[in-house]
C-alpha cells in the first residue's frame, strides 16, 4: 500500500512539473521572448473584453474592445487615442535631435488635419503655442488654394486683453515679425470683421508706427478722429497766409542709389515740401523716423515650400524725417479764408472809390461849367472821347508802376492826377497830345490803394485804381 501511494504521488508531482513548464513556455517573460510567431503569439485578450494596464495597480492606460485607446485615466471616448494629460506633465512629449520633422501627419480625406479644442474661458493663455528658438518662424502655413493661417475668435470680444481677442496672434520678443504673411498673387495679409476692424494695429512707442508700409498705399475711404468731444484747447487758426509764405514747395526725385533702394521709395518727378524747411515753421509735424533695412524681403522669388530664414545681415539704419501733409489741409482753407477776406476788403473799397469818383467827377464838371466859357480853341465832345487812360501795370506793384494814356492834339490841358481815397489831391503829372505815359515811384506814396484820374480842359475823363504794397 504504501508502494502504491509513494508511485501516486511521484506520478502527481511528474505531471505538475509537465504543466508548470507548459504554462511557462505560453507566458511572455520579463526578460524578452524568442521564437514567437506573429499573428499566432500576441498580448491581448481573446473575448470582447478590454486590455488593461497598471502601475501601483492604477490603470494608467486601457486599449478597449472598439480598439480605442486611453492614457491616463480617460478611457470612454470617441477618439482613436485619447490623452488627460497631468498637472505637471504634457500630454505628449517628443524630443527629437535629428533634422527633419518632428511630428509629421498626412490627411487625404475631407476635413482638419489638426484639430485642437480649449474648453477653459477663464484661461487667457494660447491653444496652440509655438517657440522656435532659431532664425526660422514659429508658426509656417502654407496652401495651394486657401488660407496659410486662418485664425477665428467667437467670444473674444467680450474679454478685456487684446490678445485674447485674436483669432491669431503672434508674439516675437526680438527683432522681426511678430505675424509675417507672404503671398505671390493674392494678398500677403488678409484681415476681414463683420462688426468691427479687419486689421487693427497699435503701438506701444510713440516714436515708431502702428503701420509702416514700404510701398504705395490704396484706399476707398480714410477718416480721422475729428469730433469735437475728442479734442481740448481748441482756438482758431490765425496768419495762415503767413505759413504758407514761409513755405517752399520743390519738385525732386527720391534717391534709388545704395540702401535706399530698399526703401522702395517712390520714382520719377515729385512735387512735395522739404521736411526740414517745414519744421522751421510747423515743427509739430515732423516726426524723426528711421527705416532698417535688414528688414526687406529677398529681392529673389521665394519657394513657399522652403522659406529662407530671416535675413540676420546687419544692415544699415537710415534715419530720415517723416511730414505729416494731411494737417496742411486746415492751413490752406484757413489761407484762403484769409484771401478771400482781403479780396472781399479791396471790392468794398472799390465800391467806396467809384462813388467817390462820381462825386468828384460831378464837382470837377460843375466847376468847368462854371469856371470855363466856351470857345473855339475849346475840344469838341467827340474829340475829348478819343482819350484814353490804361489800366496801371503791374497793379498791384511795390516798386515803380507805369500808366499809359492818349491826348487828342486839340486838348489845351491835359494832367493825371493821383488822390487818396478820400478824395485829396497827392501828385499831378502833365500830359501832352498824342501817345503818353508816365511812371509813379511806389518809394514816394505809402502801402495802400490810391485813385489816378485822366483830366483834360479841366474835365475828369476816366478814373482808375493801384494798389501799392511794401
Not at 484769409?338 to 473799397?349: G, H, R, S
Request: net charge positive; aromatic share 10%.
Amino acid at each position: 500500500m504504501k508502494k502504491i501511494f509513494t508511485f501516486l504521488l511521484a506520478a502527481s508531482a511528474v505531471l505538475a512539473a509537465g504543466n508548470f513548464q507548459n504554462i511557462q513556455a505560453q507566458s511572455w517573460s520579463l526578460t524578452g521572448n524568442a521564437g514567437t510567431i506573429p499573428p499566432t503569439n500576441f498580448l491581448g485578450t481573446t473575448d470582447n473584453k478590454a486590455l488593461i494596464f497598471r502601475t501601483n495597480n492604477i490603470e494608467r492606460m486601457r486599449i478597449n474592445k472598439d480598439g480605442t485607446v486611453g492614457i491616463n485615466g480617460n478611457t470612454n471616448s470617441s477618439y482613436a487615442l485619447n490623452i488627460h494629460a497631468s498637472s505637471v506633465l504634457s500630454g505628449i512629449n517628443i524630443t527629437d535631435p535629428e533634422a527633419n520633422y518632428i511630428l509629421h501627419s498626412t490627411k487625404s480625406g475631407n476635413g482638419y488635419g489638426i484639430y485642437v479644442t480649449k474648453t477653459s474661458i477663464a484661461d487667457s493663455t494660447a491653444t496652440i503655442y509655438s517657440l522656435n528658438s532659431g532664425k526660422g518662424q514659429g508658426v509656417y502655413g502654407y496652401s495651394t488654394s486657401g488660407y496659410g493661417v486662418y485664425g477665428y475668435t467667437e467670444k473674444g470680444g467680450d474679454l478685456p486683453d487684446p490678445v485674447a481677442i485674436s483669432g491669431v496672434y503672434g508674439y516675437n520678443p526680438a527683432f522681426g515679425y511678430g505675424v509675417g504673411g507672404y503671398c505671390f498673387k493674392g494678398s500677403g495679409i488678409y484681415g476681414y470683421s463683420a462688426q468691427w476692424i479687419g486689421i487693427f494695429g497699435d503701438i506701444g512707442n510713440s516714436n515708431y508706427y502702428a503701420g509702416y508700409f514700404n510701398g504705395d498705399v490704396y484706399t476707398v475711404g480714410s477718416y480721422l478722429p475729428s469730433d469735437q468731444n475728442l479734442k481740448q484747447k481748441i482756438r482758431d487758426v490765425s496768419g495762415a497766409m503767413n505759413i504758407i509764405n514761409q513755405l517752399h514747395p520743390k519738385l525732386y526725385q527720391y534717391r534709388q542709389d545704395g540702401n535706399y533702394k530698399l526703401m522702395n521709395l517712390p520714382q520719377g518727378l515729385h512735387y512735395g515740401l522739404i521736411a526740414q524747411d517745414v519744421e522751421k515753421v510747423l515743427p509739430d509735424l515732423i516726426k524723426e523716423t528711421r527705416y532698417k533695412t535688414k528688414i526687406t524681403e529677398p529681392s529673389q522669388p521665394l519657394d513657399p515650400k522652403n522659406l529662407p530664414v530671416q535675413n540676420a545681415k546687419t544692415g544699415e539704419t537710415i534715419d530720415f524725417k517723416a511730414l505729416n501733409y494731411t494737417e496742411f489741409i486746415p492751413i490752406i482753407i484757413k489761407g484762403m479764408q484769409e484771401q478771400q477776406q482781403v479780396i472781399d476788403k479791396q471790392q468794398q473799397q472799390i465800391k467806396e472809390q467809384q462813388q467817390r469818383i462820381e462825386k468828384l467827377e460831378k464837382l470837377v464838371e460843375n466847376l468847368s461849367v462854371n469856371s470855363n466859357t466856351t470857345s473855339s480853341k475849346s475840344s469838341s465832345s467827340s474829340e475829348i472821347s478819343n482819350a484814353y487812360l490804361s489800366q496801371n501795370t503791374p497793379n498791384p506793384f511795390t516798386a515803380d508802376t507805369k500808366i499809359q494814356c492818349t491826348i487828342p492834339a486839340t486838348a489845351r490841358t491835359a494832367q493825371v492826377i493821383v488822390s487818396s481815397q478820400n478824395g485829396k489831391q497827392l501828385q499831378s503829372y502833365n500830359v501832352t497830345g498824342g501817345n503818353s505815359q508816365i511812371t509813379i515811384h511806389g518809394s514816394t506814396l505809402a502801402a495802400g490803394s490810391y485813385l489816378y484820374s485822366l483830366v483834360i480842359d479841366g474835365k475828369i475823363l476816366d478814373t482808375k485804381t493801384m494798389i501799392l504794397t511794401k
